[in-house]
């Protein structure tokens, strides 16, 4: 796909059939054109997860094609696991080898296919903005981290505002669920991307489990 055929990243689909579609046709030019458009969300979130704590095992929320899973295990994290929505990313994910196990699964269908209290951390890396309930996900993945544990979310900075993405997640703080937030600064998201360029960026959030 070109630059072009990618407009419609900057308004977040809402179907998951169609979300499904877009990324599993994405696939095989995926992981080349994100980094021609200089996308570095998952080395960073990495990196912040593992400044938090050297968890394991780990969750990769929206898994995609493994850039999350790859960007761990080249920082010494292991025992990750991916879910995502696309079944050719997530096959795509498992081949890297970076990962232990993958699931197709919709974030929006709860509760997640785990028991309570599973992972010692979780990252999630240009997903949020596609589902419908962020409030109803994060209490799940409340459930299923264990108490302390970081989990690692980005979220664009135009829809982070727009959302109030960080009132949100401070009323999970103030219902008990969550014990601290903290979000970075804007920071870039896709530079290269002429539907994005300098007009939106990204912000880093660490979500610590009460």
């Known amino acids: 796909m070109s630059d072009d055929e990618h407009g419609w990243l900057r308004t977040p689909l809402t179907d998951p059939a169609e979300i499904e579609r877009y990324y599993d046709e994405w696939v095989s030019t995926y992981d080349r054109q994100l980094a021609d458009w200089g996308y ?11 400044e938090a704590a050297s968890p394991g095992p780990v969750l990769d929320v929206g898994c995609g ?10 920082r010494g994290v ?17 081949a890297t080898g970076a990962y232990r196990a ?9 509760p997640l296919p785990y028991p309570d209290d599973t992972y010692a951390g979780a990252v999630c890396a240009g997903v949020l903005s596609y589902v419908a309930d962020l409030g109803a ?3 799940d993945l409340c459930r299923v981290l264990t ?12 829809l982070f505002v727009e959302r109030d993405v960080a009132g ?3 009323g999970l703080v103030d219902r008990g669920l969550l014990r601290s937030v903290s979000w970075s ?7 290269g991307n002429p539907n994005f360029g300098e007009a939106i960026g990204i912000r880093y959030g660490t979500l610590v489990v009460a």
């Open 168 to 170: 949100l997640v401070q």
């Open 65 to 74: 094609t493994g850039l999350v899973g790859r960007a761990l295990r080249e």
């Open 147 to 158: 108490s302390g544990s970081p989990f690692v979310a980005t979220y664009r900075s135009d």
């Open 137 to 139: 996900l994060i209490t």
């Open 40 to 50: 570095e969300a998952p080395h960073v979130a990495a990196t912040i997860l593992v």
């Open 78 to 94: 292991g025992g990750i696991d991916g879910i995502d929505l696309s079944s050719a990313s997530i096959a795509a994910a498992l």
């Open 185 to 191: 600064e804007v920071r870039p998201y896709m530079p």
């Open 102 to 110: 993958t699931v197709q699964h919709n974030l929006d269908h709860l």
